[in-house]
């Protein structure tokens, strides 16, 4: 009954499962991390990953555009036991020409990756060069094993807005624990930088193997499906992938520049406290999030059959939960680090002092409340969102460069957190209300108010 009340289905259940395998874990990851890499070797560890999260440039936001548009033709047709699929031969066909669209896709934007990245980052790594750290050989296995991921993207996508829920999160879950696993062994190995390669192939693999025995039926069937009805990607998917794109670019400014730029200004010992006290902030926003991002192909399903008022209420309990959990997580991280740094262990040098990490996690609640706004508008195969973000990403962007530059991680916090209160959850919340009432005319009197 409680898990019931707090909307835990499988698919949650499962996802909470991966990211308490991340909360059990992460702390070991770190102090592995803190042990067998310098200061210096920890900052281009987390500099790495945040100079490969401009891969988001090439994808332009596709996988969640697939899960959106997946879900709209699911809600006609089911799948049996055996993977085959049934239903309306119209949906069928839609849905197979959008996996063979998206694979073409994703194979280009792989290839980009593997050489675009390689020599941009090559070169930005380069501008500081530090002798004594072996980095070259590192970062291009770790983006060739990364435009392979991104191939196998669209397939991901579109099982999970087939509402293959608890078969996907069970899957990430097994693969986030191969993953951890993965790292901490080439650690441990002496493999250093080369961990994030290592890691990342063992992601893959694990994927290939997960499609070819949990749904290499229902894929084909997809695959050889007869297309008698296009998906008309000018008219029906586009004017709402670009946006989603412009967001997710956007993305990149406001949420992935903070490590790179402290990186450039301050050297790879303060990116490796950036990058470290980010990770542990990220996870209070994943774990918040798992409540609603395994919920989002049954609102694509409940907007396609117009039921309003029911998406309505799931969405207002989804938002409460959410905050809540964030508001929790946010305080348990607090204190940790609070108790790890006042204890005087070594692995508290690596993280970033208290008043940055406590504006940070402030505005990660701010920043949660805005998330779930933009997930319920965005299943109706909108994103008018676009606007609000590209100016947040204009003023975060602008203000992490200058105040991360002549302040550090305390000035790029503070603007940080200002630009949160002052634009971004205004603007949302007026965004979320205003086409809310415009699209669901009928149910326009209730108010959806928090």
């Known amino acids: 009954m409680l898990l019931q009340r707090l909307e835990v289905n499988r698919g949650v259940f499962y996802s909470i499962l991966s990211l308490g395998w991340s909360a059990l874990s992460g702390p070991g990851l770190m102090l592995v991390i803190a042990y067998w890499l310098s200061a210096e070797e920890q900052g281009f560890y987390y500099t790495f990953s945040s100079v490969l999260a401009l891969q988001v440039f090439v994808e332009l936001g596709l996988a969640i555009v697939i899960v959106q548009v997946a879900s709209h033709e699911w809600a006609f047709l089911n799948r049996d036991e055996s993977g085959n699929i049934n239903g309306e031969v119209r949906s069928l066909s839609r849905l197979a020409s959008l996996i063979k669209f998206s694979l073409k ?9 593997m050489v675009g990245l390689s020599v941009g980052g090559y070169f930005f790594f380069m501008a500081k060069p530090y002798p004594g750290i072996a980095w070259q050989m590192p970062w291009l296995a770790l983006c060739f094993v990364a435009g392979l991921a991104m191939m196998m993207s669209p397939f991901y996508s579109v099982i999970e807005g087939c509402n293959q829920i608890a078969s996907i999160y069970s899957f990430r879950f097994v693969q986030g624990v191969l993953s951890t696993l993965a790292i901490i062994a080439s650690m441990l190995l002496g493999f250093g930088l080369y961990a994030l390669a290592i890691s990342a192939l063992v992601r893959f693999t694990a994927g290939a193997l997960f499609i070819g025995w949990k749904h290499l039926n229902f894929i084909h069937r997809l695959l050889i499906s007869e297309i008698t009805e296009r998906i008309n990607w000018i008219k029906e998917v586009w004017p709402f992938q670009w946006r989603i794109g412009i967001s997710w670019l956007s993305g990149y400014f406001i949420f992935s520049l903070f490590t790179p730029v402290m990186f450039y200004y301050h050297g790879p010992q303060v990116a490796g406290q950036m990058g470290m006290t980010w990770a542990v ?19 694509g399903i409940l ?42 262990l070594k692995i508290g040098d690596r993280l970033l002092p208290m008043l940055p990490l406590t504006i940070f996690l402030l505005h990660r609640i701010i920043n949660i409340m805005i998330g779930d706004m933009a997930l319920y508008l965005r299943a109706h195969k909108s994103e008018p969102m676009m606007m609000p973000s590209l100016i947040s990403a204009i003023l975060a962007g602008t203000s992490t460069w200058l105040l991360g530059a002549a302040y550090g991680p305390i000035g790029a916090a503070a603007g940080f957190l200002a630009i949160g209160i002052v634009w971004g959850l205004p603007s949302c919340y007026f965004v979320f209300s205003t086409c809310r009432e415009k699209w669901h005319k009928e149910t326009s009197k209730e108010k959806l108010c928090f």
């Not at 999030?289 to 395994?294: E, K, L, Q, R, V």
């Open 281 to 299: 902030i990220t996870m209070v926003e994943l774990i918040s999030y798992s409540w609603i991002n395994t919920r989002m192909p049954q609102f």
């Open 105 to 113: 896709w994703y194979f280009v934007s792989g290839l980009i990756v």
């Open 303 to 344: 907007i396609a059959k117009h039921k309003y008022a029911e998406l309505d209420r799931l969405f207002k309990k989804l938002f409460l939960i959410t905050v809540g959990i964030a508001v929790v997580c946010s305080l348990i991280v607090w204190i940790l680090i609070y108790l790890v740094k006042t204890s005087n």
